[in-house]
């Protein structure tokens, strides 16, 4: 078993010793910039024989990536053709992409252990400040690899868990780019006349990140609307994901399961009703 040690540079990011003052100044840094832009960067945190692993676990497994080329709105819900024709709900965009789900990972991934560790529980938990946290329990997408070929788009659209990690395996030799707008719903507020300023092209509330192999990137995926994109040149573009909830029980709804994974399994239908926080998926 690849030990946390060979897949995180635990010299310049000690997760592993919270009573550090390495270890608290990160958290520190990491929280204070995911409070000012709604997701933050740690550069080299994985360390680059894992990064490699990764890479090949995902070159070796490309057969059993499920492929779609569809459209969706930022819900992954199905038309609603009882809402106005310039609601969010209703603008539906092209998406190519593929996704290595996680029930198609190597058992000795280092994507699985990664995402099995407490270690990196306590330590995304602390850096947003989110307790308790807990590892996603989607059974497809709690920590899939996102795999986009050149020619390849992922459009605006707000995730099903609340938080996601994510660690560039290979970058695109151009675009691939990940854009972002912070928060631009909440809990309590859908913000519908902005998120549809957002898919009609308003760049003002727009950040984008240039990441990396190695990097670590933390975000708020269900709050801070985002895409990727179009993968341009030669080189495909692989990200792992894993994802972390505030809520054990919630899984996605069978619709953006099926929309984005390819299938949706019991849990998902058994699931599907259970009352999670009122935002539209
Ligand atoms: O590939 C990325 O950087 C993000 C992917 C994404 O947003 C998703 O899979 O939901
Ligand atoms: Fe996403």
């Not at 608290?24 to 360390?47: A, D, Q, S, Y």
């Not at 909830?245 to 849990?267: C, F, L, T, W």
Request: hydrophobic residues 30%; contains cysteine.
């Amino acid at each position: 078993m690849t030990k946390l040690e060979n897949i995180i540079d635990l010299n310049a990011y000690p997760i592993h010793k919270i009573q550090s003052l390495k270890y608290k100044e990160l958290v520190n840094k990491t929280k204070k910039e995911l409070n000012r832009i709604g997701c933050c960067v740690i550069p080299n945190f994985i360390r680059e024989e894992s990064i490699n692993r990764m890479k090949q676990e995902a070159e070796r497994n490309l057969n059993k990536v499920h492929w779609t080329k569809d459209k969706h709105n930022p819900y992954f819900t199905k038309d609603d053709e009882t809402l106005p024709k310039d609601h969010p709900k209703r603008i539906f965009t092209v998406r190519e992409s593929g996704y290595l789900n996680s029930d198609d990972l190597e058992e000795d991934s280092d994507l699985n252990h990664l995402h099995y560790s407490d270690e990196m529980l306590k330590f995304v938990s602390d850096c947003l400040d989110v307790y308790p946290l807990y590892k996603w329990a989607d059974p497809l997408g709690k920590n899939p690899y996102s795999i986009m070929h050149p020619g390849h788009y992922f459009p605006w659209h707000f995730d099903g868990n609340e938080f996601t990690l994510s660690l560039l395996v290979q970058k695109a030799e151009k675009g691939g780019i990940f854009e972002y707008s912070p928060e631009l719903r909440s809990k309590d507020n859908e913000n519908y006349e902005n998120v549809t300023k957002v898919l009609r092209g308003d760049r003002n509330p727009v950040k984008s990140l240039d990441l990396d192999p190695g990097d670590l990137q933390i975000f708020k995926g269900r709050f801070s609307m985002h895409r990727v994109t179009k993968i341009e040149g030669n080189r495909s573009r692989y990200i792992a994901l894993p994802c972390y909830v505030k809520d054990p029980y919630r899984v996605n709804k069978p619709e953006h399961s099926k929309q984005v994974y390819g299938k949706a399994m019991p849990i998902h239908y058994e699931r599907e009703n259970i009352e999670v926080d009122g935002l539209s998926d």
